[in-house]
């Protein structure tokens, strides 16, 4: 399961983090999800609940923003629309993907005895 591996890379790097922190327990995690990044953001909450059992997320809520994709022009930056024909209204090259197709975690809170 593609979302799984994706949970437990993510599980990996919070509980980096909380270490670098000395944390005791994480209490929240924002994690901001690409609408074209491929993955399903029930199914990162469900493997989420699975895998984070006796790591410092035990208690943790995910908190998942789906990002909107944008594009931009490679030549003079400008914003294109999505709707909009994918090349830039300006320059008529194509756009590049500026936005959308990743998964960045954002937020930690942690818990600092
Ligand atoms: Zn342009």
């Known amino acids: 399961m593609h979302e799984y591996s994706i949970v437990l890379s993510l599980l990996d790097q919070v509980a980096d983090e909380a270490g670098r ?17 491929g993955v399903e953001p029930d199914l990162i909450r469900s493997a989420f609940e699975i895998a984070r059992a006796g790591t410092v997320c035990e208690g943790a809520d995910l ?37 959308g197709d990743d998964l960045i975690l954002e937020r930690l809170l942690l818990e600092v005895a």
């Open 21 to 37: 922190h000395e944390a005791q327990a994480v209490r929240s995690v924002r994690v901001r999800v690409g609408e074209l990044s």
């Open 63 to 99: 908190d998942l923003v789906v990002v909107k994709a944008r594009w931009t022009c490679p030549r003079c930056g400008g914003n294109i629309d999505q709707p909009a024909e994918l090349v830039c209204p300006e320059c008529g090259v194509p756009a590049r993907l500026a936005a």
